[in-house]
């Protein structure tokens, strides 16, 4: 099997465990906004964010060196006893720590909203953990089924909690947790957890050796957290709960574009890491880095020139005040993209210290912007500290890796040329103007297909041969 094969595969395999739930749950967004206060929206969005945030501080991110080191090793059994036993009691003993910790800290800080995230924090952590033994054991389906479990669960329990109920910000919390807890159920028995587990494999030493992989991606981790989280923890405390919940009903479109970007990027990261050493590595790095930006930049100003057309219909009317928001959270999203494309290439190396050092610098830079900003410009200021941040590491990114491992081929026409095309659809975005949208929606297809005619030859000449297969 050819390695683009093999990309494509476990894309399509993740692709559909994924893609379908991210949509029903996309398209869920009016009932969400309709039924959930912006203050309550803006609770559950807190709720989440910091479980994403405490995730990497208690597991000091070893599911991720799980993954790494089964990948190398899915032939070997023993091996994979090893490794996974010693990364489950290492997680749990980290686990029962933080629980004390935050017990005790609770009896301080009293909140109402308090046991439902330590909950979501433990149940966060464990669908991780497992999804990476999957992953890392080359059990893609298991891992995509595994995702597809806990978001339709998810959106059951929503619906049951928010519509029968009328349990408002909880019932939404709770049901994220019942759906945590499902495919949790599914992936610790389909892997066969407890056969791999032996107490008798706990190794200081080794549990030492996968902290000593995992340990520089933490601040890694946190740096995303400060683009992802800082944003909402600072708009939440200057502007209120309120703003935060118009923040991150405008985050959930760009959050929908990079989920599918992240889809591809599982199997990207996974062909990466596998054929590092090969000597065809730069050509095959060129060709799909080439095509992958080429797909998502197209995908990205389609959402941006189709929004006028369905912004109203998606959210509800007390959220329109993000509607101003999305393009430069798409933008930004677009050079996440490039930044998650190279990222995949310090992993192969295994040079975590590498993606540690570049995001901590972008993430302070995001953290700086925003804080200069938000009393100037008010929520824009979340916005533009993220694309400032993340062009910068872009550019860094580039930089670096050409000249350390992989040359890159650089396209300047195509790349001027989508600026052009960039600039006019988000100033047709803005303008109130039927035939100004049109017009940005139909040069958007236009780009998408000149970009992407590689891909349409390709599909064009499938369509073509089943055509002569059925007339035939």
Request: glycine fraction near 4%; aromatic fraction near 14%.
């Amino acid at each position: 099997m050819t390695k683009e094969k093999y990309l494509f595969k476990n894309t399509f395999i993740i692709t559909i465990g994924k893609i379908c739930t991210q949509l029903i749950t996309f398209f869920l967004l009016p009932l969400y906004t309709a039924v959930l206060s912006t203050e309550e929206f803006g609770i559950v969005d807190l709720v989440t964010t910091l479980s994403m945030l405490l995730l990497p501080i208690i597991t000091f991110q070893v599911e991720q060196a799980i993954f790494r080191e089964l990948l190398e090793n899915r032939t070997n059994k023993k091996k994979n006893d090893l490794i996974i036993s010693n990364g489950i009691i290492s997680v749990t003993i980290q686990c029962c720590i933080f629980i004390i910790v935050y017990l005790l800290l609770s009896e301080v800080f009293k909140n109402e909203y308090e046991y439902l995230l330590l909950i979501n924090v433990i149940c966060y952590i464990y669908i991780s953990l497992f999804q990476q033994i999957a992953r890392g054991k080359g059990k893609n389906i298991t891992y995509s089924i595994g995702s597809f479990i806990n978001a339709c669960a998810t959106i059951l329990f929503n619906l049951i909690f928010l519509l029968k109920f009328q349990m408002g910000a909880k019932g939404m919390i709770l049901g994220n947790i019942f759906g945590q807890i499902a495919a949790i159920i599914y992936l610790f028995s389909s892997e066969k957890i407890l056969k791999h587990l032996h107490f008798s494999l706990f190794n200081i030493k080794y549990v030492k050796k996968l902290w000593k992989y995992s340990f520089p991606l933490i601040p890694n981790e946190l740096s995303w957290w400060v683009f992802n989280v800082s944003d909402r923890v600072i708009v939440s405390l200057i502007l209120g709960l309120s703003a935060n919940g118009i923040l991150s009903a405008a985050s959930k479109f760009s959050n929908v574009y990079i989920t599918l970007f992240n889809i591809f990027n599982i199997s990207w990261t996974e062909s990466i890491s596998l054929f590092i050493k090969e000597k065809d590595i730069e050509k095959f790095f060129n060709r799909v880095f080439g095509i992958a930006l080429s797909l998502f930049s197209a995908i990205g100003l389609g959402i941006i020139a189709c929004l006028p057309f369905v912004f109203n219909i998606i959210i509800n009317i007390k959220y329109n005040t993000s509607y101003k928001l999305i393009p430069i959270l798409i933008i930004a999203s677009l050079f996440n993209v490039v930044v998650g494309l190279l990222s995949a290439v310090y992993i192969g190396n295994k040079n975590t210290k590498a993606v540690a050092k570049t995001s901590v610098i972008s993430a302070l830079i995001n953290l700086t912007v925003h804080l200069i900003l938000i009393k100037f410009l008010g929520l824009y200021a979340a916005a533009i500290s993220t694309l400032v941040s993340f062009v910068i590491m872009s550019i860094y990114r580039l930089n670096d890796i050409n000249k350390k491992y992989i040359k890159i081929n650089f396209n300047y026409k195509k790349i001027i040329y989508s600026l052009i095309v960039t600039l006019i659809i988000v100033i047709t975005y803005y303008l109130n103007s039927l035939y100004m949208h049109i017009f940005g929606l139909i040069l958007a297809f236009v780009y998408a297909v000149f970009m992407n005619k590689n891909i349409v030859n390709i599909l064009m000449i499938k369509l073509k041969k089943r055509k002569e297969v059925y007339y035939d």
